[in-house]
């Protein structure tokens, strides 16, 4: 992986770290309503309920139903019995158990949120492909027009077209962690760009004989 790609995992790491540490679960709780909002305006209240719903399935399935939460709520912070059984010692770490309660929390948001998006990149997934089969067709036949004639195929523009589609993909997937309420238009713009990208990338592939 290059090194500019390594940058943007490095930073993905690291938004997720001062996510969880730093920033208040009810933070990101009033984000994901802002959030609801913005596609309620943009794209109507059918598209937000079935975003919605289909975030709320997906949460409930992967961090409810799996014990996963659980497991993590009961792994840092003692039930009410086990305070009760520490004789002298029940109020002993009771910072540490609310700052770690504020944490679970804060990540039952992220995680919330990020199904949201996925469920939003979902909705408009049929749209994409309505853009990206053309975007392919229209690339492999400049491509196979070029095989024919002397038209040059740069490798320059192949190589920085594939590269901005992957700057883009992880942009966006950092955006998709970030305790910020984003406009429902950013991710079709992302993509209309990268099927965009994606054209120009097949015509200037290389020429085979």
């Given at each position: 992986?290059?090194?500019?790609?390594?940058?943007?995992?490095?930073?993905?790491?690291?938004?997720?770290?001062?996510?969880?540490?730093?920033?208040?679960?009810?933070?990101?709780?009033?984000?994901?309503?802002?959030e609801?909002?913005?596609v309620?305006?943009?794209?109507?209240s059918?598209?937000?309920?079935?975003i919605?719903?289909?975030?709320e399935?997906?949460?409930?399935?992967?961090?409810?139903?799996?014990?996963?939460?659980?497991?993590?709520?009961?792994?840092?912070?003692?039930?009410?019995?086990?305070?009760?059984?520490?004789?002298?010692?029940?109020?002993?770490?009771?910072?540490?158990?609310?700052?770690?309660?504020?944490?679970?929390?804060?990540?039952?948001?992220?995680?919330?949120?990020?199904?949201?998006?996925?469920?939003?990149?979902?909705?408009?997934?049929?749209y994409?492909v309505?853009?990206?089969?053309?975007?392919?067709?229209?690339?492999?036949?400049?491509?196979?027009?070029?095989r024919?004639?002397?038209?040059?195929?740069?490798?320059?523009?192949?190589?920085?077209?594939?590269?901005?589609?992957?700057?883009?993909?992880?942009?966006?997937?950092?955006?998709?962690?970030?305790?910020?309420?984003?406009?429902?238009?950013?991710?079709?713009?992302?993509?209309?760009?990268?099927?965009?990208?994606?054209?120009?990338?097949?015509?200037?592939?290389q020429?085979?004989?």
């Amino acid at each position: 992986m290059k090194k500019p790609l390594w940058l943007v995992v490095w930073l993905l790491v690291i938004e997720l770290l001062v996510i969880l540490l730093l920033v208040p679960g009810d933070w990101t709780d009033r984000a994901i309503k802002q959030e609801s909002k913005l596609v309620d305006a943009n794209l109507g209240s059918h598209t937000r309920y079935w975003i919605e719903d289909k975030a709320e399935s997906w949460y409930q399935s992967t961090m409810i139903d799996s014990g996963f939460y659980e497991g993590v709520y009961y792994t840092l912070i003692p039930t009410e019995e086990q305070r009760l059984n520490s004789r002298g010692m029940e109020k002993m770490g009771l910072w540490w158990f609310q700052w770690a309660e504020g944490r679970i929390e804060a990540l039952g948001n992220i995680v919330y949120q990020f199904y949201t998006r996925m469920a939003l990149l979902l909705a408009w997934a049929p749209y994409m492909v309505i853009l990206f089969l053309p975007a392919m067709y229209d690339g492999m036949m400049t491509w196979r027009i070029k095989r024919t004639n002397f038209d040059y195929a740069s490798p320059v523009i192949h190589r920085y077209g594939v590269r901005f589609i992957g700057y883009l993909l992880l942009g966006l997937g950092i955006a998709f962690f970030a305790p910020i309420a984003l406009n429902p238009i950013i991710i079709p713009i992302v993509m209309m760009a990268c099927c965009v990208l994606v054209g120009i990338a097949m015509g200037n592939l290389q020429k085979r004989v």
